[in-house]
């Protein structure tokens, strides 16, 4: 009996050791209320707070402290994500008894997070490895329309020549519920008034798609420096948009704008390829860089009885200020044109003055008529002095057998 009595004791001061160990292990406060976003959370409720993803959520926290603590700090975190902690903490403070203090902590919710429920753990530390821990329900949610732009990638990577291609293309993620339609990304670069976009037609929800490659020219008298260049993504019938920044390097080509003043010009390919009675088309591009309108005069020179040249819109261009204008010269070369090279000129000229001229080549491809003509009139010479000589070859040798023929006596 006296065991028993002695074991009965024991057991109770193991449990009264123990409910002594566990209230010194919590620190001394009491955690009076927790908001997401303004909206009260309770712990013992089974109601749950509806939450999108890719969103930050401000966390209120207000505390009473019950006796005086140093080093306090307040920690939320949000388990289950298996990509890595959400979590925030406040700085440490102390508190005194009888005092009731408010701390605001931020969480970012990913948009990787996938549509659950999850726990929020609220925790109250101190320095001596004292916790008070309360967990609220949470339900992760997302947006009807909601697009991420996950990516960029740019050709050239690292830094662009003044009068070159820029090209990018834009990877893109649906977080939202709904399947997105008629997707438009645009490129632009404000700073130098270039711009272009690109359209994908569906991104269906939770997934990922790469756009087709935008493409803008860097004007040819850019000056070397960073540029802000702006990728932005319209959807939800264009009711919606993000965008993101980047800095694209840019490295000036004095070359280019040389002896053109306010003018630049740009005129290519250079050099063609060509069958006779085809046209070879040279892009020319005029950009008037000067305050006020110009008009600039086109001239082809050099394609004397070999070819013939045209200029579309016109043969004189009006360009605004600021602006740029492009004309095509379309060279066809005449069915009498040799084969093989041929130089030309184009030039440009704006109130009497030549701003320009570039040489340009184009190369007749196929055989020429007139030596095709000659081969053929020599190689008929030469057959029929083959078929001649045949003759008298046979002739000869029909002479030669009836000569030796015996002569032959009847009786």
């Known amino acids: 009996m006296m065991n028993k009595i002695v074991k009965s004791i024991a057991i109770l001061a193991m449990l009264l050791l123990s409910a002594l160990a566990v209230s010194a292990a919590t620190v001394p406060v009491s955690i009076d209320s927790v908001k997401i976003d303004g909206d009260a959370i309770s712990p013992s409720a089974s109601n749950r707070l509806s939450l999108e993803r890719n969103d ?17 700090k307040i920690t939320a975190t949000l388990d289950g994500y298996e990509y890595g902690d959400i979590s925030d903490s406040t700085s ?66 690292n830094e662009v020549k003044a009068g070159r291609a820029l090209i990018a293309t834009a990877r893109i993620k649906n977080v939202g519920k709904k399947d997105e339609e008629g997707v438009k990304v645009t490129l632009s670069i404000p700073e130098l008034d270039v711009s272009d976009s690109v359209y994908i037609d569906e991104i269906e929800s939770e997934d990922t798609i790469t756009s087709e490659e935008v493409y803008i020219r860097i004007p040819n008298c850019a000056a070397t420096g960073e540029y802000k260049a702006t990728v932005t993504v319209k959807y939800n019938d264009g009711e919606d948009s993000i965008s993101k920044d980047y800095t694209i390097n840019v490295v000036a080509d004095e070359d280019l704008c040389k002896g053109t003043g306010k003018t630049v010009l740009t005129i290519g390919p250079e050099s063609q390829e060509v069958e006779k009675k085809q046209a070879a088309i040279y892009a020319l591009t005029i950009s008037n860089e000067g305050s006020s309108a110009r008009t600039y005069t086109i001239t082809v020179d050099g394609l004397s009885d070999w070819a013939t040249a045209e200029v579309s819109p016109s043969n004189a261009i009006v360009v605004d200020a600021k602006k740029t204008e492009a004309a095509y010269i379309y060279v066809t070369p005449n ?24 040489p340009l080549t ?23 002095v083959l078929l001649v000589v045949l003759g008298l070859i046979i002739g000869l040798k029909k002479k030669s057998e009836s000569e030796e023929e015996p002569e032959q006596t009847y009786y």
Do not use: C
């Open 92 to 157: 440490v403070f102390d508190v005194e008894a009888n005092t009731t203090y408010k701390k605001t902590l931020t969480l970012t919710l990913p948009d990787r997070m996938d549509q659950d429920n999850y726990k929020l753990k609220v925790m109250v530390s101190s320095r001596d490895d004292e916790t008070l821990i309360q967990y609220y329900n949470l339900k992760i949610d997302t947006v009807r329309h909601g697009l991420k732009i996950k990516d960029v990638v740019f050709s050239p990577e």
């Open 362 to 384: 184009l190369t007749v491809k196929g055989s020429d008529v007139s030596s095709v003509k000659k081969v053929l009139e020599i190689s008929l010479i030469v057959l029929v």
């Open 56 to 72: 930050d959520i401000d966390i209120k926290v207000t505390i009473t402290a019950l006796s005086d603590v140093e080093n306090v």
């Open 335 to 358: 069915k009498s044109a040799t084969s093989g090279d041929h130089m030309f000129s184009v030039t440009i000229a704006s109130s009497g003055e030549t701003l320009q001229q570039v």
